[in-house]
């Protein structure tokens, strides 16, 4: 059933375009005899939909389907020389729906469970496929890759997965935007995993956790201790830093890539601008969306399985 509404909401997206991109061009004024034809690129439909902004977009029945819903905007605070602007943006919009949404479907889940476990009957509908996912993360993601007293790490994990999960599939509806399409989005996930992993491995290895930082090959004379300390602990600390970037920018780069490939491929219409041009793009466009929802789950999964990783990998002594 999946599958059929993605590539309805995929083809509906695809015609919306399409429309409003023959609306729009049937009303441009024809240009001159002897004057240059306008630029094929004069319209970008692309930046827009993977930037962030100051509105939102909500459904409009008339061309181009869309209107502008513009947030409201606060006055910047100065701390000091910094100058803090918490106006609400699209990105953050899309951030409390997904968090909100994540919420809510853990809490019903959980009451759905709680119900059914005080009735002695198994839990049963969407609730139950909660409890699976669930289940599967804690019981084949985290605790396998955490190790020993891991229980405390599965609610965060658990908090990753889905309120990334939640953000991609928000990306996927029409008129939706993806926040962790974002840089500081992702950014900011990173550092709270990467904070995590280090408090980790602060109170799992005690003193011993600065060994993670500063090389020192306590089985080797001092003459091979010293260079190889020179060395190798600039690898520990750009190891160490490589950690976060690396999953803000995987996380950041699928998601606007993907979004890129779909509307590039929507953008032949646009160049073409002829009737039998459509179908082709138009198919491709959901085969594209199918493998986008595919990619949505997996930079969630894949997230979550590497900070799993990486918290185990510091609690560990050797």
Known sequence: MTKYVVSFVALAFALAIFVAAKLQGSHAPAPATG????????????TPHITDGAYIEVPFPKAPGYVKLYLPHFEPLHIGPLVVDLSPTRHVVFMLLAATLAALVLILAARSHARAAAQGVPVKGFASAIESVVLYIRNEVVLPNVGHHGEGFVPLCLAFFFFILFANLLGLVPWGSTATGNISVTATLALLAFATIEIAGMRAQGLAYIKTIIFWPSDMPLLMKLP?????????????????????????????????????????????QQWYVAPLPVAMSVAIMMLELLVAFLQAFIFTLLVSVFIGQIREHH
């Open 35 to 46: 004057e240059p034809a306008p630029a094929a690129a004069a319209y970008d439909f692309i």
């Open 228 to 272: 190889l300390t020179l060395i190798l602990t600039p690898v520990e600390i750009i190891g160490k830093i490589t950690k976060p970037v690396a999953l803000a920018i995987r996380l950041f780069a699928n998601m606007t890539a993907g979004h890129v490939v779909l509307l590039a491929i929507l953008g032949l219409i646009f160049a073409f």
